[in-house]
């Protein structure tokens, strides 16, 4: 247990915050003596994965737990399904690499996501095409008010866009242990369809991709416009795309042809990167501030010594914009502490 801790190394916007306590656990009786010390002090916990979804607006009163829990383990299935359990302190993208060195498919799309596999189903996280959904088996939880272990199982978790039951009403009340996966041994699902991924396969020459061939586009892809955090201070992507019903987007439609959609019956996915930079913000720097210069999705610690409070003042200017243009209220993708 460490007293005063600073906190910047283990958030990937850098940004500078203090702990009362801080402790490191690697196994989950670890982590019940430190949520019980927490409990006979009456501190607040801040659970801490990979830190790529947070940002820190002051400093933390509280006991900060860093979760180191690691191991991976296999079950077959049948001759074409594997299940992998993952323990909540593997790096997401080290996880993703070694299923697809054994050549277990279903992650690919999801290469280069940072953070931890334990922060993986709260937010349900997803791009070009898959989300945590489409392979989740289980997961295992602590529960912190009983200090038991509780299984999840796919229904259970009630995932949504970016959502889960992790971020309802489970929100503070359980850290997640260990994930497992179903994953395709041979007979794997190659999704191409989203995004820039069939360019960017074109682009390398690759016309029969492997999932590993998928994978390296994905970085490709990933790499060319979204900044490495070790470089500049960022989470990703920032906001969640809104979405809006048909009848708004087609009202907006008459004011903004150009206007981009994605429409799932009755409602409509706008991209929040599109509102964004059709609001002026790309690129744009405030202080220690800006919008990505290539991804306008992303904010960045531009200088390296913004303060969370910097940051989210920022985010709330864009909010207010993209409001005010086009009655669109974004929504933060990040957790504010």
């Given at each position: 247990m460490q007293e005063n801790f600073s906190l910047q190394p283990f958030n990937t916007f850098g940004v500078e915050a203090y702990s009362k306590y801080f402790i490191e656990v690697h196994t989950i009786d670890e982590l019940k003596e430190a949520i019980a010390f927490s409990t006979s002090n009456n501190l607040p916990l801040l659970l801490l994965g990979g830190g790529s979804n947070i940002l820190l607006t002051k400093d933390f009163s509280g006991l900060a737990i860093k979760l180191n829990l690691k191991g991976i383990t296999e079950e077959s299935v049948d001759e074409n399904q594997v299940w992998l359990t993952a323990k909540a302190g593997e790096n997401w993208h080290e996880?993703?690499?070694?299923?697809?060195?054994?050549?277990?498919?279903?992650?690919?799309?999801?290469?280069?996501?940072?953070?931890?596999v334990g922060t993986s189903p709260m937010q349900n996280i997803g791009a070009y095409g898959t989300e945590i959904k489409d392979v989740f088996v289980t997961c295992k939880a602590l529960d912190l008010e009983s200090l038991d272990v509780k299984s999840f199982n796919l229904e259970e978790c009630r995932f949504g866009y970016r959502d889960?039951?992790?971020?309802?009403?489970?929100?503070?009340?359980?850290?997640?242990?260990?994930v497992t996966f179903k994953?395709?041994?041979?007979?794997?699902?190659?999704?191409?369809?989203?995004?820039?991924?069939?360019?960017?396969?074109?682009?390398?020459?690759?016309?029969?991709?492997?999932?590993?061939?998928?994978?390296?586009a994905v970085i490709h892809i990933r790499q060319s416009k979204l900044p490495d955090p070790k470089e500049i201070g960022n989470a990703g992507s920032f906001f969640k795309n809104p979405t809006i019903p048909l009848r708004q987007f087609k009202e907006l439609q008459q004011k903004f042809e150009n206007i981009q959609g994605y429409p799932n019956g009755d409602f409509v996915k706008v991209p929040a990167g599109w509102l964004i930079e059709q609001s002026g913000w790309k690129g744009k720097q405030i202080g220690n501030v800006a919008s990505h210069q290539l991804q306008a999705l992303v904010i960045v610690n531009a200088t390296g010594n913004a303060t969370g409070k910097e940051i989210f003042d920022f985010s709330t200017q864009i909010i207010q914009s993209v409001k005010e243009k086009y009655d669109i209220e974004l929504e933060r993708e990040v957790n504010i502490i």
């Open positions: 996880f993703v690499l070694y299923c697809l060195n054994k050549n277990y498919g279903g992650l690919e799309n999801l290469s280069l996501i940072p953070g931890n889960s039951i992790f971020k309802q009403e489970g929100k503070g009340r359980y850290v997640i242990l260990e994953l395709t041994t041979e007979h794997h699902y190659i999704k191409t369809e989203y995004g820039a991924i069939l360019s960017e396969l074109k682009k390398l020459g690759l016309e029969n991709p492997t999932i590993q061939d998928v994978s390296k």
